[in-house]
């Protein structure tokens, strides 16, 4: 903020009266000396709500909001978080938003941008853009609210945007820091500055619906240079004014209220807090529940294939744990006595392990205090060991491999049923229900597929299937022709498959070519809606069979359709497999730090072994290993392109 006024006065070189003069002369700004405070703020919605730093309108009776065709508006505090240095504005105009990555993937060295008004008094009203990069990924004395950039920030760009390379917002740039780095060292630090993480904007977005719901879900357009980045935000940011002597203050916090009830249960759409205090024009952060000023943001990791042949199931996990935070943040938590907000980390291990072990450092390094994760057996498996190492407890939503939980860590848990356990329930089906005598088995050499292929194997032949062929392929064949030339020879009336959709579907494809009508059965990693999609016309109905690990009775099939609704109307997709779990995964993290009064995970994480949480996907409570307790499988099959439940078994 650039102030002239109290203890803030700023002395430049160039008097106030300097200032009055530029301000007369364009009548659209307000008259000289009416105004003691300027700064930057941009558009988040498309009906006027603004975002900018706390300390931009601290202090002010009266706040205008100048467009960049210098026209002013009244502008209104709808919401404040002094501790986070963050504020929200309403001004009756429509605006041109910025998107607000929640899921940017900057990094240490990634470019970085803004766009605000500095020093108007002598260097003009026109906004200015500067570039730079993110040189740290926390601010003062290693504060994580905070990224540090070297990108030229002055008085007056204070609560402005700072964009990524695509022009989407990922912080709100901050002056203010500067300037005590220049009152501690007695220096003016060169290059070094700082801007609040746009996570925090969002947790306080959360706590009031009238703002959160009409957030862009998506980046407006696309740019491909910095002079796009520029135009964009161009259109969106504002230059902020104001006037008085006496801060928009908050409410006193009242005494300490008894201890807050337990986390309600996760509900297919949670309300928001009906106990967050409203003073007049202003929402404060819940400060009736919780006794410790200012948000508490805890990192929840989650990590899978965001890339790669299985990236739509990765994508797919992902969207069920970030519809967790965004319900989470809507119930207003408080733990520890501070109200408690979600942030998700996204990482991509590309299916594969040593991308695994990378990402699982990098989550540790950022602070995660939980993780979500991984995808497939492969990946979760060498990951374990860092989590392991750190402390810090980890659910995988659909790993299924029975050695993930029997290392004898501690924090590893799974949200359905192990192989042993699938193949178990499997083999019962086929031979009761499928009539299966004949079985050829061919597994994708992964240790996700070799292990339920394995544990298939065994368990068939103890109820007498004969397995009349064996195979073992890479996990990148497409092409299968010696495979099903031997499949033909050894006529099987049904064929087992090991691995995922990516290769089941040309498989299929090709069986199909080549006059191979036997059934085909599998288990979760081909019970997908991309199978369904791709095989609709090749697969005749009640032909393939596939089961996934874990399942929902009848009473509680209304709350999964539920969800799959507020799924597709969140991300636009249909949900693919395991989606619920990694929402379930999340709550139950949040349950454990709720129980503990305790986001740390050496506190919380006793809490695990006993927990009971009444999820999407069923009541969840772990063994003394972490598997699921009273694991159940749901056993599909396709019709007409269509993914149908055949039951659900335990």
């Known amino acids: 903020m650039y102030s002239l006024i109290k203890s803030r006065v700023v002395t430049i070189g160039i008097s106030v009266l300097s200032t009055m003069v530029l301000l007369m002369s364009s009548e659209a700004y307000a008259r000289a000396g009416e105004f003691s405070s300027s700064g930057t703020a941009f558009a988040i919605t498309k009906n006027g709500y603004l975002a900018t730093n706390f300390h931009v309108i601290d202090g002010l009776d009266e706040i205008k909001a100048f467009d960049q065709n210098k026209k002013g ?13 963050l504020a929200i504005l309403s001004i009756n105009h429509p605006t041109t938003p910025l998107f607000l990555e929640n899921n940017a993937r900057v990094r240490k060295g990634s470019e970085v941008s803004t766009l605000g008004f500095p020093n108007i008094d ?13 040189t740290a990924e926390s601010g003062l004395g290693g504060d994580v609210r905070f990224f540090q950039i070297s990108t030229p920030i002055q008085p007056g760009n204070s609560g402005g ?10 912080g709100i740039v901050s002056a203010k820091l500067n300037d005590k780095i220049t009152l501690i060292k007695g220096e003016v630090a060169q290059n070094v500055n700082y801007a609040v993480k746009v996570q925090y904007l969002l947790a306080m ?6 703002v959160r719901d009409q957030l862009l879900q998506s980046a407006s357009k696309t740019v491909k240079s910095r002079e796009d980045v520029a135009e964009l935000a161009d259109s969106a940011v504002y230059l902020i004014y104001g006037k008085g002597k006496d801060a928009v203050k908050p409410a006193k916090t009242p005494a300490a209220a008894p201890t807050p009830s337990p986390v309600a249960p996760p ?11 409203k003073v007049p024009g202003i929402l404060l952060v819940n400060p009736q529940v919780a006794t410790k000023p200012g948000v508490n943001l805890v990192r929840i990791g989650h990590v899978g294939p965001l890339t790669g042949p299985i990236a739509h199931l990765g994508r797919d996990n992902e969207n069920g744990a970030r519809l967790a935070i965004q319900d989470l943040n809507e119930l207003n938590i408080v733990i520890g006595g501070q109200l408690t907000k979600f942030e998700l ?14 990402a699982a450092q990098r989550l540790v390094n950022s602070g995660v205090k939980g993780v979500v994760g991984h995808l497939n057996s492969g990946t979760t498996i060498p990951a374990s060991k860092i989590y392991f190492q750190a402390g810090i407890p980890q659910i995988s939503p659909s790993a299924t491999n029975p050695r993930y939980t029997s290392q004898g860590y501690g924090t590893t848990y799974r949200m359905v049923a192990n192989d042993e356990v699938t193949a178990g329930l499997m083999a019962k089906i086929l031979t009761k229900h499928l009539a299966a005598k004949r079985i ?20 068939a032949e103890q109820l007498g299937i004969a397995v009349v062929n064996t195979q073992s392929i890479g996990s990148g064949i497409r092409s299968f022709n010696a495979e099903i030339v031997a499949i033909k020879n050894s006529t099987p009336d049904m064929i087992f498959f090991g691995g995922m959709d990516n290769q089941a579907i040309p498989l299929i494809q090709q069986l199909s070519a080549q006059g191979v009508n036997a059934r085909f059965v599998g288990s979760d990693g081909i019970c997908t809606a991309e199978l369904a999609q791709q095989t609709k016309g090749v697969i005749q109905d009640n032909q393939v069979f596939c089961a996934v690990s874990g399942g929902v009775e009848t009473n509680r099939v209304a709350r999964l359709d539920s969800f799959k609704r507020r799924y597709k109307d969140r991300f636009g997709l249909d949900l693919q497999i395991y989606a619920p779990y990694a929402y379930d995964a999340v709550y139950t993290l949040s349950m454990a730090m709720k129980h503990a009064d305790s986001v740390e995970p050496q506190l919380y994480q006793r809490y695990m072994k006993n927990i009971k949480v009444n999820g999407v996907t069923g009541v969840i409570s772990f063994d ?3 598997d699921v307790q009273q694991p159940a499988i749901t056993f599909y099959t396709f019709k007409n392109g269509q993914r149908v439940s055949y039951g659900v078994s335990r």
């Open 205 to 210: 977005i959360a706590s009031t619906r009238l």
């Open 161 to 170: 945007p700072l964009l990524d390379s695509r022009g989407s917002v990922i």
């Open 267 to 277: 509900v297919a759409n949670a309300p928001e807090n009906p106990q967050a205090a």
């Open 73 to 85: 508006y009244t502008a209104e505090v709808v919401a404040v978080d002094p501790s986070n240095d």
């Open 122 to 134: 002598f260097q003009g009203y026109e906004s200015k853009f500067t570039n730079g990069s993110i």
């Open 440 to 459: 050829a088995i061919i597994d994708d050499g992964t240790v996700f597929g070799t292990g339920v292929a394995y544990a298939f194997k065994r368990k």
């Open 345 to 358: 980390i996204a990482e991509d291990d590309g299916a594969d392990p040593r991308q695994a072990i990378s």
């Open 624 to 626: 003394v290993n972490g």
